[in-house]
């Protein structure tokens, strides 16, 4: 898998878990791109965890 912008996943699940009905075109779409790249939101958070345990082995 290429690699995806850290900041990208965090905004697709911010736009999952929100409520606001000026977003929901938005979430809709967030939600779509997240299945479509990881096939669970429950990856993604896995996907975004391991981003956080090699920036910790860096440094």
Not at 19 to 38: C, G, H, M, Q, V
């Amino acid at each position: 898998m290429k690699k995806i912008s850290e900041a990208l996943v965090k905004t697709w699940l911010f736009l999952l878990k929100t409520d606001d009905p000026e977003l929901k075109k938005s979430k809709y779409y967030a939600n779509k791109r997240i299945l479509r790249t990881f096939g669970s939101v429950e990856l993604a958070e896995v996907y975004l965890e391991q981003i956080r345990e090699e920036e910790i082995d860096i440094a």
